[in-house]
């Protein structure tokens, strides 16, 4: 009888900016059922955690009943698995510190573990991606801000409050730019989405060189990138500033931590060679010596939302298992 009673699904959450994605994952890692919706419409985080308990009370029901489900993983950013809490987010509709895996855990009744964005990519990428059989990596999550999440032999390090990784709020530039976290000159805002747009916007500030950027109705990293496709030397060179800055914050990054691979997650990544090249370039130029020519750097080839999706069930297989309708 005892074995009647094994859980054999966990649902699976990846708190994005834009949108907040939700999926009913079985022990073997399938998606059974998936849905999502907008996270910025739910300015008020109570509001926000009601939405999204009700959701996955209704897929869960619909796909096999609440009596399967183990816990519940989610991911966020700025978020430490050893709180529970999402801290000073600076790109989420909340401020402050939000103990989001308590305020589920009473709604639900079901176990829930939190983790910062980039430490559950890591766990989709050692457990279903290109980190599989790795121990020593680190993982990079490239797109509004950046964050990373680093395995060392074989296990993620979290730090002692769960913070270890920041390296998007390491500073690259004395005095530099104003980051959202309001310190100056750190990496994410040079390399993040705002960072590249704004390094974009001085370029045409500074110049009156032709560039195609400067007929776009919208200004992003992708638009960006696509000028770059096209040939515009000035767009070549946004990427190329950007590129040398994030190499030069890799190179550190690995000097300390002797990585095997750095993976590149998030929407920035997929900027190709324009990014990926000067990147490599400055890596190497900055590396320890001992380490020159020994470090991978790739981008992940699993889709972003499936993989931070499938990283927050891998989380939730790790938490204590817990329920009020045992």
């Known amino acids: 009888m005892e074995e009647d009673n094994i859980k054999t699904r966990v649902v699976g959450v990846d708190i994005s900016n834009e949108l907040t994605t939700y999926a009913v994952v079985d022990i073997r890692g399938n998606i059974i059922a998936e849905d999502s919706f907008v996270t910025t419409d739910y300015a008020d985080v109570n509001n926000f955690v009601a939405v999204l308990s009700e959701k996955i009370v209704t897929i869960v029901e619909a796909n096999g009943g609440?009596?399967?489900?183990?816990?519940?993983?989610?991911?966020?950013?700025?978020?430490?698995?050893?709180?529970?809490?999402?801290?000073?987010?600076?790109?989420?509709?909340?401020?402050?510190?939000?103990?989001?895996?308590?305020?589920?855990?009473?709604?639900?009744?079901?176990?829930?573990?939190?983790?910062?964005?980039?430490?559950?990519?890591?766990?989709?990428?050692?457990?279903?991606?290109?980190?599989?059989?790795?121990?020593?990596?680190?993982?990079?999550?490239?797109?509004?801000?950046l964050g990373s999440c680093f395995f060392s032999n074989g296990y993620e390090h979290q730090g002692f409050q769960g913070f270890a990784g920041e390296i998007g709020h390491t500073c690259i530039v004395e005095n530099g730019r104003v980051c959202g976290c309001g310190k100056s000159g750190c990496l994410e805002a040079y390399v993040g989405a705002k960072g590249?747009?704004?390094?974009?916007?001085?370029?045409?500030?500074?110049?009156?060189?032709?560039?195609?950027?400067?007929?776009?109705?919208?200004?992003?990293?992708?638009?960006?990138?696509?000028?770059?496709?096209?040939?515009?030397?000035?767009?070549?060179?946004?990427?190329?500033?950007?590129?040398?800055?994030f190499g030069l914050g890799l190179a550190n990054y690995a000097s300390i931590v002797n990585p095997q691979a750095i993976i590149l997650t998030g929407g920035i990544s997929h900027a190709g060679k324009w990014l990926l090249e000067p990147t490599r370039e400055a890596f190497e130029e900055y590396v320890f010596g001992n380490m020159r020519g020994?470090?991978?750097?790739?981008?992940?080839?699993?889709?972003?939302?499936?993989?931070?999706?499938?990283?927050?069930?891998?989380?939730?297989?790790e938490v204590p298992e817990y329920s009020l309708f045992k």
């Open 66 to 145: 609440y009596e399967k489900i183990r816990s519940v993983g989610i991911s966020s950013p700025s978020a430490s698995f050893i709180s529970g809490t999402i801290v000073n987010a600076p790109n989420l509709p909340w401020k402050g510190e939000i103990p989001l895996a308590a305020m589920m855990r009473d709604r639900m009744g079901l176990a829930v573990a939190l983790a910062n964005d980039a430490h559950v990519s890591a766990l989709g990428e050692h457990a279903f991606g290109s980190a599989h059989g790795m121990k020593d990596f680190i993982v990079i999550n490239l797109g509004v801000g």
């Open 294 to 317: 020994k470090v991978k750097i790739i981008v992940s080839k699993l889709d972003d939302r499936e993989r931070d999706v499938l990283g927050a069930s891998a989380l939730a297989w």
């Open 196 to 245: 590249i747009v704004r390094t974009a916007k001085e370029m045409m500030e500074e110049s009156d060189k032709a560039s195609l950027m400067r007929d776009l109705v919208k200004l992003t990293p992708r638009t960006i990138k696509e000028c770059c496709d096209k040939g515009d030397e000035m767009a070549i060179e946004v990427y190329r500033r950007t590129g040398h800055l």
